[in-house]
């Protein structure tokens, strides 16, 4: 297969993520708490696994000058900081207009659901960035990129879902509104395919600010999740399992890619 072929099947699998719900409409509240917890350690030690196992060292066996990647990886870091911020910021906003509304609060629907599917729209037009980049620098690469959104999709997907629940939305509405805000990780693998020609070293650099991306993720996204959660010793004990376990699968994958080449 082509790097486009492969792109192509990848941003689709990705996007199929969002449809995980259907999965956890059955499940009782209080074990879906449980699992969740679970999820969000496997998928931190993944995404470090695969900055540090993967991306970093791929960049740095690439004929570039490191310090001009390094600064790469400090702009994703600072583009999901601001782009964050400014979800919060919003979503606060609108949560003080809603509550000076009398008619406000009868509507169905809460802000809160759209804000997450605004989110997770511009977080998938990301991934798609990701991936696309990663596929273009190496194949192995681009599937190691894949899998590592795929395992953080997971629980945040599982979460969302369960928000858009809360928010008003019926289950089917809130299946079809989160594929659909999966879908512009389309939008951002043409973007990263159509322009890579245009400017030498895009998908290098992009890698790079997707890296950023990553560790900001895992640092302040999702280890802090884990810390705000009340734990007994054996609750305590299976997160940090996991997240070695996410760790494990990582360095695991470093022996695939002699296969995957």
Do not use: R
Not at 30 to 53: E, Q
Not at 57 to 65: H, K, M, R, T, V
Not at 99 to 104: E, F, I, K, P
């Amino acid at each position: 297969m082509t790097n486009i072929e492969y792109i192509l099947l990848s941003v689709l699998a990705v996007s199929l993520i969002s449809l995980i719900g259907i999965f956890t409409i059955s499940l009782k509240e209080n074990l879906l708490k449980k699992i969740l917890p679970l999820l969000v350690a496997l998928s931190t030690g993944s995404l470090l696994g695969g900055f540090f196992m993967h991306i970093l060292p791929e960049l740095a066996e690439e004929n570039f000058d490191f310090k001009i990647l390094s600064l790469f990886i400090l702009t994703g870091i600072f583009i999901f900081y601001f782009m964050e911020k400014l979800i919060h910021w919003h979503h606060h906003h609108t949560e003080s207009e809603s509550a000076h509304c009398s008619t406000c609060q009868d509507q169905k629907i809460k802000p809160v659901g759209y804000m997450i599917l605004f989110s997770d729209g511009f977080h998938n037009f990301l991934d798609g960035i990701m991936v696309a980049s990663a596929y273009l620098v190496d194949i192995k690469l681009g599937i190691i990129a894949t899998i590592l959104i795929i395992l953080h999709e997971i629980p945040q997907e599982i979460g969302d879902f369960g928000v858009l629940l809360h928010a008003g939305f019926k289950k089917k509405q809130a299946l079809v509104f989160n594929f659909l805000s999966a879908l512009t990780s389309f939008l951002g693998a043409f973007l990263v395919i159509l322009f890579n020609q245009s400017f030498e070293n895009l998908s290098l650099f992009l890698t790079a600010i997707a890296g950023g991306g990553f560790l900001y993720i895992a640092l302040v996204d999702l280890i802090p999740e884990l810390h705000s959660h009340k734990h007994s010793k054996k609750s305590l004990s299976l997160e940090i399992i996991f997240v070695f376990l996410g760790l494990a699968l990582m360095y695991l994958l470093t022996f695939a890619e002699k296969f995957l080449g």
